[in-house]
């Protein structure tokens, strides 16, 4: 059972341009989400998160949406950078369990 | 450096061997976890420590494999008699312990089982 899904694999995007990327869930528990970034042979690089009291953060080029009736969340990245190009995971938790569910990645390639 | 180190970054072994990863979170991190990743999905959470107890351990995790973090700092994962499906990349991640936790991941351990 896929608690949380990254339907699209990969996404192509123009440098400048906005990319987003998207998320949902299943599971109403869950209250902490976050966002990693991951390039080939290195381990996730944690980008952002954001808790189920809100429904936006900002951190620089990235914001993360939080749409619980929905069980949707999703990153944008704008400006797109090439060094954006990556595989980025959305992951959820709930307080107290301490272990991440992640979704399947996906892969960002930002065009020069 | 102070992020989260693991040991060895790859490791190439034979069907039936037995091999031990290391990681060392950051310094002031009383939480590891570890975490399998097989290509083309997310991570798959399967332990975790605070302090030196093992507190949760996923269904993931067969009796073949054991952890321990002995003195509350580094932690070692070792897989017995390892089969080719254990062939993945084996992440360590640490966070400081707070409610709403942010864990930060090592490089991983690449294992590869022939």
């Known amino acids: 059972d896929q608690q949380v899904k990254q339907n699209s694999p990969s996404l192509s995007v123009q440098e400048g341009r906005i990319s987003i990327l998207n998320c949902d869930y299943t599971?109403?528990?869950?209250?902490?989400f976050l966002w990693y970034k991951k390039y080939p042979a290195e381990g996730p690089t944690f980008l952002i998160s954001?808790?189920?009291?809100?429904d936006k953060n900002e951190d620089g080029r990235f914001t993360v949406f939080l749409n619980k009736s929905a069980k949707h969340l999703s990153l944008h990245i704008v400006p797109s950078q090439p060094g954006d190009s990556a595989v980025y995971f959305c992951?959820?938790?709930?307080?107290?369990?301490?272990?991440?569910?992640f979704g399947t990645g996906t892969r960002l390639k930002v065009l020069a | 450096d102070t992020g989260v180190s693991q040991d060895p970054r790859h490791k190439i072994t034979k069907r039936g061997q037995n091999v031990t990863f290391r990681c060392d979170p950051i310094?002031?991190?009383?939480?590891l976890y570890w975490y399998r990743q097989t290509l083309g999905q997310g991570p798959e959470f399967l332990t975790y420590?605070?302090?030196?107890?093992?507190?949760?351990k996923s269904r993931l995790l067969s009796d073949r494999f054991s952890a321990e973090r002995p003195k509350g700092s580094f932690s070692t994962l070792e897989i017995q008699r390892t089969e080719q499906g254990d062939s993945a990349m084996y992440l360590c991640?640490?966070?400081?312990?707070?409610?709403?936790?942010?864990?930060?991941f090592g490089p991983g351990t690449r294992l590869t089982v022939l």
């Open positions: 991640a640490s966070s400081f312990g707070s409610v709403a936790d942010t864990q930060y």
């Open positions: 992951a959820a938790s709930i307080s107290g369990t301490y272990k991440y569910i």
């Open positions: 599971n109403s528990m869950f209250d902490y």
């Open positions: 420590f605070q302090n030196e107890a093992q507190l949760e």
């Open positions: 954001i808790s189920s009291i809100k």
């Open positions: 310094s002031e991190h009383n939480r």
